[in-house]
C-alpha cells in the first residue's frame, strides 16, 4: 500500500474531504478515507487495520530479506550509490567544460 501523497489524511475523513488528500478519493494513495469511503468509523477502522496488517508483512518481509541477502543487497547499494556519485561528476564537470566552452566562444565574437 502506498502513503498518503499530501500527508494530510486522517481516518476521521470522509469521502467528501478526499480531495484534500489530492488523490480524489479513488483508492490511489492508501490512506483509510480514500481506501473505504465514508461506510462508517466501524468500516474505517477495519480498513486501517488491514493497512497496518500489510504494512506489518511489508516490514517481516523487509527483515527476511535483510537476513537472507542483506550483505550481498549492501554490496549493491554501495556499487549503485559509488557509480552514480561519478556520474554525478561527470554531469557537473561537463557542464563546466560546455560553460567555457560558450564563454570562449562569445569572447570570440565581442572581440
Known amino acids: 500500500m502506498q502513503e498518503c501523497k499530501?500527508?494530510?489524511c486522517d481516518?476521521?475523513?470522509?469521502?467528501?474531504?478526499t480531495s484534500s488528500c489530492g488523490c480524489s478519493g479513488?483508492?490511489?494513495?492508501?490512506?483509510p478515507a480514500c481506501i473505504c469511503g465514508s461506510k462508517g468509523k466501524a468500516e474505517e477502522f477495519l480498513c486501517l487495520a488491514k493497512s497496518?496488517?500489510?504494512?506489518l508483512l511489508k516490514q517481516k518481509m523487509k527483515a527476511v530479506f535483510e537476513a537472507k541477502i542483506g550483505k550481498k543487497m549492501d554490496k549493491v547499494a554501495e556499487l549503485v550509490v559509488n557509480s552514480a556519485l561519478v556520474y554525478m561528476q561527470d554531469k557537473m564537470a561537463e557542464e563546466q567544460?560546455?560553460?567555457q566552452f560558450e564563454q570562449k566562444l562569445m569572447n570570440i565574437f565581442k572581440g
Open 97 to 99: 567544460t560546455r560553460e
Open 11 to 17: 481516518i476521521g475523513a470522509s469521502s467528501e474531504s
Open 26 to 31: 479513488k483508492s490511489s494513495c492508501g490512506c
Open 52 to 55: 497496518a496488517h500489510h504494512e
Open 6 to 8: 499530501s500527508g494530510r
